[in-house]
């Protein structure tokens, strides 16, 4: 079974300042990562997702993260934030193979951006 | 035009009343998901149908039934309701019975209160 921990519940930041949003995650078996982005009063959308080959990966709205097998890691990033980033954040485990594998995701981390 | 829609969003009802929460999607998906979220923003699988049949079902009392009369609606019925069934339900597709590198597509959620 895999397991997500998102380190951070709560990232507060300054606006055009950088932000590192921190998942770490268990694995017996090599999985598929993903960032998904929650904004207020609204369902769920993918940021981006890691299946194979760099492990840098860039998503929708300036966000990427790099997938880091040794330290089990998969951090999200933005050089530079907006106040319209102020939503919480998800970081998603899926093993890769056959079978109903339902992701596992984290606890959320909320970015909240002040002007 | 949405493609995962649910209704109602919001829902506010008394202990012990039985309600009912609809989803349609309209992405062509031929898989579904029943996501319970609770006032910390935790992300829990309830229910996942493909093509109508039931292929993942969590550890949910059995107040909790899922309807899925085609493959694009999946409906959520809950009998006797309690305080604690209070939270966000969000419905979720996807292409392939087997999730592997697919993505979620979230409806914007249920918000449904028990007093």
């Known amino acids: 079974a895999q397991s997500v921990t998102q380190l951070d519940s709560q990232v507060p930041v300054f606006e055009e300042a950088p932000v590192e949003l921190r998942c770490n995650y268990s694995?017996?078996?090599?999985?598929?990562l993903f960032w998904y982005v929650q904004y207020p009063n609204q369902g769920l959308q993918l940021l981006l997702k890691y299946l194979s080959g760099s492990t840098l990966v860039k998503g929708i709205n300036g966000f990427e993260a790099e997938f880091n097998k040794s330290q089990t890691s998969f951090h999200l990033r933005k050089p530079s934030v907006h106040i319209s980033d102020t939503a919480e954040y998800f970081c998603?485990?899926?093993?890769?193979?056959?079978?109903?594998?339902?992701?596992?995701f984290g606890r959320g981390t909320s970015l909240i951006v002040h002007p | 035009d949405t493609a995962v829609s649910q209704t109602p969003k919001y829902l506010v009802t008394q202990m012990g009343n039985d309600k009912s929460i609809k989803c349609e999607q309209n992405l062509g998906h031929d898989t579904m998901y029943w996501y319970k979220q609770d006032s910390k923003k935790f992300l829990k699988i309830m229910f996942s149908y493909n093509n109508k049949e039931l292929i993942i079902n969590e550890t949910v009392p059995n107040r909790f039934s899922p309807k899925s009369p085609d493959k694009a609606h999946l409906n959520l019925h809950i009998n006797s309701l309690e305080l604690g069934d209070s939270a966000v339900y969000f419905c979720?597709?996807?292409?392939?019975?087997?999730?592997?590198?697919?993505?979620?597509?979230f409806g914007e959620g249920s918000r449904l209160t028990v007093l």
């Open positions: 979720a597709s996807s292409q392939g019975r087997v999730y592997r590198a697919g993505e979620l597509f």
């Open positions: 998603a485990v899926s093993p890769p193979g056959r079978g109903s594998y339902i992701p596992t």
């Open positions: 694995s017996s078996v090599s999985v598929y």
